[in-house]
T-cell receptor, first 115, second 117 residues
Framework: AQSVTQPDIHITVSEGASLELRCNYS??????LFWYVQSPGQGLQLLLK??????LVQGIKGFEAEFKRSQSSFNLRKPSVHWSDAAEYFC?????????????FGQGTILTVHP | GAVVSQHPSRVICKSGTSVKIECRSL??????MFWYRQFPKQSLMLMAT?????????EQGVEKDKFLINHASLTLSTLTVTSAHPEDSSFYIC?????????????FGDGTRLSIL
């Protein structure tokens, strides 16, 4: 069975500072990986995805993530955080194959941005 | 682009009421849809996989008699929470797989916030 771990429950950064949110996964092959953002009381917005190919993935809102197979990680980064980035972030995994579309989510990381 | 529409967005009702949530794929067909549940301050957990024309597949610990899923057409899946109680209060969200050949990820509905009084 697959699993996703986000080690940091809550991260606080100052506006303009850089950001890295950690995501580790457990799966026997290379999975499809995703980062989603959720504002309070809202649904999910896809930030970026990794299917194959270039391990550095660019997403929306200035986010990027790097797939590192050796570390089973898919960390999300942003060079300069804006106050509007405050939200909860979820890393998710899909095993592909007949399970395409079925996601296993990490526990989520709440991002607080100080002015 | 492909869109999944989920209704209603919010439901508040009394304990014992049954509540139906609809998930529609608006411009594509979805033989499979997924239903997730998110309790307050928690992550999203898969409840079940909805299969068009056949029975849904439920995850371990999810009561199939409590959460009835019907996928009668290629564009509509429904989740009915039967005899809902306060502990069923949660955020329910559906999704449908995108076109894998085109690298499309899953498409999520906007979710339904269910509050049982």
């Amino acid at each position: 069975a697959q699993s996703v771990t986000q080690p940091d429950i809550h991260i606080t950064v100052s506006e303009g500072a850089s950001l890295e949110l950690r995501c580790n996964y457990s799966y026997g092959a290379t999975p499809y990986l995703f980062w989603y953002v959720q504002s309070p009381g809202q649904g999910l917005q896809l930030l970026l995805k990794y299917f194959s190919g270039d391990t550095l993935v660019q997403g929306i809102k200035g986010f990027e993530a790097e797939f590192k197979r050796s570390q089973s990680s898919f960390n999300l980064r942003k060079p300069s955080v804006h106050w509007s980035d405050a939200a909860e972030y979820f890393c998710a995994l899909n095993a592909g194959g007949t399970s395409y579309g079925k996601l296993t989510f990490g526990q989520g990381t709440i991002l607080t941005v100080h002015p | 682009g492909a869109v999944v529409s989920q209704h209603p967005s919010r439901v508040i009702c009394k304990s014992g009421t049954s509540v139906k949530i609809e998930c529609r794929s608006l411009d594509f067909q979805a033989t499979t849809m997924f239903w997730y549940r998110q309790f307050p301050k928690q992550s999203l957990m898969l409840m079940a996989t909805s299969n068009e024309g056949s029975k849904a597949t439920y995850e371990q610990g999810v009561e199939k008699d409590k959460f009835l899923i019907n996928h009668a057409s290629l564009t509509l899946s429904t989740l009915t929470v039967t005899s809902a109680h306060p502990e069923d209060s949660s955020f329910y969200i559906c999704s449908a797989p995108g076109n894998r050949a085109n690298g499309q990820p899953q498409h999520f509905g906007d979710g339904t916030r269910l509050s049982i009084l």
